[in-house]
C-alpha cells in the first residue's frame, strides 16, 4: 500500500507562485511514475505533470514554461513549483503514485488564483 499527502495549495493573486509537495509512505519502492492532476469545478480531472524515478518529466501544454515538478526519491517527495499562476489555474491539484499494478491518489489540496 502506498498512501499521499499534499500540501502547499492556498489563495494567489494572478503572477504569484506557489509550491505544492506530496509525501508518499508505504511500499514506496513499487513506485516508478508519479504525477500531479487537477481538477476544476464542472470538469474533469486533468494531467499537469509526471516524472519517473529516472526523473524523466513531461507537462501538459498548459503549464510548459510556467510549472516544474521534481522528486526526490530519497525522501519520497514529489514537488510542483507553480509560477506565473493564472485564474485558470484554480482547481484542487492531486498527487499520483503509479506502480506495475496500480494508481494511487492523494486527497487534494486547493488552489486559488484570484484575478
Known amino acids: 500500500q502506498v498512501q499521499l499527502v499534499e500540501s502547499g495549495g492556498g489563495l494567489v493573486q494572478a503572477g504569484e507562485s506557489l509550491r505544492l509537495s506530496c509525501v508518499v509512505s508505504?511500499?514506496?519502492?513499487?513506485?516508478?511514475?508519479m504525477g500531479w492532476y487537477r481538477q476544476a469545478p464542472g470538469k474533469e480531472r486533468e494531467l499537469v505533470a509526471t516524472?519517473?524515478?529516472?526523473?524523466?518529466?513531461n507537462y501538459a501544454d498548459f503549464v510548459k514554461g510556467r510549472f516544474t515538478i521534481s522528486r526526490d526519491n530519497g525522501k519520497d517527495t514529489v514537488n510542483l513549483q507553480m509560477n506565473s499562476l493564472k485564474p485558470e489555474d484554480t482547481a484542487v491539484y492531486y498527487c499520483?503514485?503509479?506502480?506495475?499494478?496500480?494508481?494511487?491518489w492523494g486527497q487534494g489540496t486547493q488552489v486559488t488564483v484570484s484575478s
Open positions: 508505504g511500499s514506496t519502492f513499487s513506485i516508478n511514475r
Open positions: 516524472i519517473t524515478r529516472g526523473a524523466d518529466s
Open positions: 499520483k503514485a503509479s506502480t506495475f499494478a496500480r494508481a494511487y
